[in-house]
Structures are given as C-alpha cells and as structure tokens.
C-alpha cells in the first residue's frame, strides 16, 4: 500500500483526486502548519457505533492501518511533494 504525504494546500486544491486515491487504498498524510500530520481514509469499513458525543468508533483494523501509517511517516518511506508540479508528475503517473 503506498503512502503519500501532501501539504493542506496541496488537499485543498485536488481534494477529489486525493479523496479518490485514499478510496482505491493509498494512504494520504495531510500535513498541516504546525508540522501536524493527519490521515485520509474512507470509513466505509469502520464500525459506526456513536459514544456519547457523536463521534465515530475506528475499528482496531483502522486504528492498526492508522498506526502503520504514522509508522512509515516516521521511517522516511512516504511520498513527498513539495511543489505543485511535483503533486502533478505524481498524480499523472499513478
């Protein structure tokens, strides 16, 4: 399963191509201003059970897809893209 980081801007401006790639099982890492790292994936899978405050329930294979993901952060082994046309030679050769 590959993994590609992006920056929030880089979301914001193709979230429907990034949204399709965490769809077919990349992992998307969204990199936020204070060096903040968040994950899109699709919750199809996950269990929908509400706690008290209305928030979602991971299953504990997401959370274990989730902890992978941060796992591969760390080691360096993401896809990292800087610039606009370096997201556009990526995305194109996917």
């Known amino acids: 399963m590959e993994t590609l980081q992006i920056t929030s801007k880089e979301f914001a401006d193709k979230q429907n191509i990034f949204f399709g790639l965490a769809t077919r099982g990349t992992q998307i890492q969204i990199l936020w201003e204070n ?9 199809q899978h ?23 993901s941060r796992q591969q952060a760390r080691a360096g082994k993401v896809v990292r893209c800087r610039t606009a046309e370096e997201s556009g030679k990526l995305l194109e050769s996917l």
């Open 35 to 43: 060096n903040q790292l968040f994950a899109l994936m699709p919750i």
């Open 46 to 68: 996950v269990s929908m059970a509400s706690n008290e405050n209305d928030s979602y329930v991971f299953s504990p294979e997401e959370i274990a897809r989730i902890e992978h």
